[in-house]
């Protein structure tokens, strides 16, 4: 008994030391989840492990292959981070700091509640089974937390069917658990809820694409070329399409992608991060013998504007979208360069050079000649389609100093 009595003191110490510890140690602060110092940790942990590789080799304990294959490996990590941080942001109020009065109610209560037990059972087996939530709180790893969120989000899908940020939310959270499919299913949600938008094609490419073993396969394609036309610097999309080109050891392309994120400098980009992939894909680039470089020269410049019966019937509807765009000559569809407006923007001069391409594979640069479209969709979506009104010129030759004129009046049939 005497032993039952001493280790309920112990206990009653150890709490009243939670409590008062809590109190004392408590401020008032709002805590920020800031993705910039997660990857500031991955960049300092991929420059030693860099440099750990590369001391391996120049002392002769690694072949070439090896070496170029762990540099890779390396690189491919420190990407993925840089890309799962930038569509992140995380933030977490915390409470008020408590009055005095709280903890000595506690400890009052803590004393009472437990003398009263004691005096009415003796029991010391019964203290013992008492709910420890807090403990298995403090427990749960890592993995458990995420999946935990994941169950919290899918929770919230439930009650809010309409909340895209919930939907949007669990499809990150899904890609994090290795969910691809289900992360498409979510995506598609938030389009169903926000209608079509360039960062969410994004993320759907992003799922597929890893999904599909880091492979850009139709599907993913698909996804890029949906994203891009919508807004051809979409950053989620540029920054995949760098990551697959440095992979692929294309560094040029890479070069190009990352460099179109980091000068539009968007809230949601880690630019730091991303300018150290940067300028390692140009010294990647470097020891191939190769310069970095960026867009070429070649320019249109454009004077858009709508036909007095196009205006008209456009007055009586809400404003649409405009899109401008050139596509080469020989067939293909894939425009070359592209710019988004709002019909309420004309008229107005525009100019469609390199910096206004789909892909670095595929710009002005790299053509003489070019197809200009100007089309107001009645949908809101990319392509030309019944309904849609429309301006066009033809055979239009890259080395023009001349402005050309698109004024939109005819209706696509």
């Known amino acids: 008994m005497v032993a039952l009595l001493f280790t309920l003191i112990a206990f009653i110490l150890l709490l009243l030391m939670i409590v008062w510890g809590h109190f004392i ?9 800031d993705n910039s110092f997660r990857d500031e940790t991955n960049i300092r942990l991929y420059k030693e492990h860099k440099a750990e590789i590369e001391r391996d080799f120049s002392q002769g304990k690694l072949d070439q292959e090896s070496y170029d294959y762990l540099l890779s490996e390396l690189d491919q990590s420190l990407l993925q981070d840089i890309e799962e941080n930038a569509s992140e942001q995380v933030q ?3 409470a008020q700091p408590i009055s005095i009065i709280w903890p000595i109610a506690l400890s009052l209560f803590i004393i009472i509640f437990s003398a009263l037990l004691y005096q009415q059972t003796g029991a010391f087996e019964k203290l013992t089974t008492m709910p420890r939530q807090e403990q298995s709180q403090q427990s749960v790893n890592a993995e458990q937390q995420a999946l935990m969120q994941i169950q919290q989000l899918k929770k919230q899908t439930e009650l809010e069917p309409n909340n895209s940020d919930a939907w949007y939310g669990l499809g990150q959270a899904l890609i994090g658990a290795g ?19 360039a960062d ?6 992003q799922a597929s694409y890893y999904q599909n073993k880091q492979k850009i396969t139709t599907e993913v394609q698909s996804y890029i070329d949906k994203a891009l036309a919508l807004d051809a610097r979409d ?4 920054i995949l399409l760098g990551m697959h080109a440095f992979i692929s050891q294309d560094y040029q392309s890479a070069v190009e992608h990352w460099q179109l994120v980091i000068t539009d400098n968007r809230p949601s980009v880690n630019v730091q991060a991303l300018t150290e992939a940067l300028n390692e894909a140009k010294n990647r680039l470097a020891l191939t013998g190769e310069q970095p470089s960026m867009t070429g020269t070649q320019a249109l410049t454009l004077a858009v504007s709508l036909s007095e019966n196009i205006r008209e019937k456009l007055a009586q509807s809400e ?31 525009i100019t469609l050079s390199d910096a206004n391409a789909m892909t670095p594979q595929a710009k002005l640069s790299d053509v003489e000649s070019v197809h200009v479209y100007a089309i107001i969709s009645e949908s809101g979506n990319a392509g030309i389609k019944p309904g ?16 050309i004129q698109l004024e939109i009046n005819s209706v696509v049939q």
């Open 179 to 197: 969910d691809f499919a289900g992360a498409l299913v979510a995506f598609d949600r938030v389009i169903d809820i926000d209608g079509e938008q």
């Open 319 to 349: 404003d649409k979208v405009v899109f401008i765009y050139a596509i080469p000559v020989d067939g293909s569809r894939m425009p070359l360069a592209a710019i988004k407006l709002q019909a309420s923007d004309l008229p107005t001069t």
């Open 25 to 33: 140690n408590q401020r008032k602060y709002r805590n920020n989840v």
């Open 388 to 403: 849609d009104f429309k301006a066009e010129a033809m055979n239009v030759s890259l080395t023009t100093d001349k402005v």
């Open 92 to 94: 977490t109020e915390v």
């Open 235 to 238: 950053p989620s999309t540029n």
């Open 200 to 205: 969410l094609f994004g993320a759907k490419a």
